[in-house]
């Protein structure tokens, strides 16, 4: 199987913008936004009480999903209760650019972050905001209308940005194969699984086609694109068919780091996408996903007993190495295990030793391999080309 790097234009797919406006605008906004398509509420209030979130179904403006929110907090200060009113726009970048070419919507195709694409979305943002009446709302605090947007796109929060890549693998059933693996792979303890709770089985169970861990300022999620978009629209798109998405979920801790820390404005954000998308994969990636192929378990006993015959593994070690597969393979995941070992000084040699022998813990299944025609698969940080060192080492062991 050859090796699959990051493609060029992969970058940004989605990315949510808001804006804050007066409680006293309320009512006038959830009326504009009303005009837009079908408003529904999101939020299950107390009898009596109004809805305070709205999403808008069948929206006029291609690429965008409106929300509207009003979030009640207490101020200790002044023993008090006070609003927080947004509008967020979740944005498809790449389906405005081709509605403005006149060509059909794609669910597959990634933004391309050039000038134009950039600078045509966010006008085009702008002038939703400008729809929506944020040009002239009226404040009850200062008692006259203000403007919200008096520098267009700049003047809103990108609250989220969604950078991922695709691999293009020889079948769904290696897409399939991937997600099983990855599952296995070693979450830090500050990331969580996104589960679903099982009516049946009366238990948490992760999503079927994806593997989700969300921290607190970002997601590691990879996915079956074919299997997501078979069941959000309910037909099978020949594009999506053997496509393993990887996608880092940005939230707005770690947006407004990237903005400052680089001193970008909203639309560098935009133009710098296949650069950032590439840095918050080396960032993320190796840590959740360890290099190495995965061998079925009488591969990798072959491979550490000929590193012992060939001198550059010692026979202590490959026993150690081995210890570890086995309890990988039996709990059925690294973290567990990983996180077991008390002394930071043996995680730090296991970890180097499996890296210099290009042995991945998580086990594939013989038959699975038998199943797909091959020996071994490439490592996650390989196939995106985090690790090109490593993958000549990776290859030559297939």
Known sequence: MKQINIDPHSGIHTFE????????????????????????????????????????????????????????????ACNSEFHHNYLSLLVTPQGIVRHFRGQPCDPVEIFEPTLENSQLVAGYIESIYRD????????????????????????????????????????????????KLARQGNF?????????????AHRTKPYSGQVKYRGTTVAVLLYDKNEQLLNALKYEPGPAKGLLRFEIQAYSGKVRYLKYSRKLTNLGLLQCASEMSHYEFKEYMPQ?????????QTSAVTVLKQAVKDGSLREKDRVLIETFMNEVDRIGGITEVFDAIESPYMRRKLRGLMDMQHINPVRLPASTAHELGVVSLPSIPCLLGLVADDAAKEASIA
Request: aromatic share 12%.
């Open 288 to 296: 959740v996903f360890w290099s190495g192929c995965y061998l079925p």
């Open 132 to 179: 929506l009446g944020f040009e002239s709302l009226f404040d009850s605090i200062k008692g006259q209308e203000v403007n919200l947007i008096p520098n267009g796109f700049e003047s809103l929060t990108i609250a989220r940005i969604d950078y991922c890549a695709d691999l293009s693998l020889e079948s769904d059933k290696m897409v399939k194969t991937y997600i």
């Open 188 to 200: 830090p303890a500050r990331f969580k699984p996104s589960v679903r709770y099982d009516e049946t």
């Open 17 to 76: 913008v808001k804006r804050r406006f007066p409680t006293s605008a309320f009512c006038t906004v959830r009326e504009a936004v009303g005009k837009t398509g079908k408003l529904f509420p999101l939020d299950h209030p107390p009898n009596g009480k109004e809805h305070k979130q709205f999403s808008v179904s069948g929206c006029k403006y291609p690429g965008i999903r409106i929300r509207l929110r009003q979030s009640d907090q207490w101020a200790p």
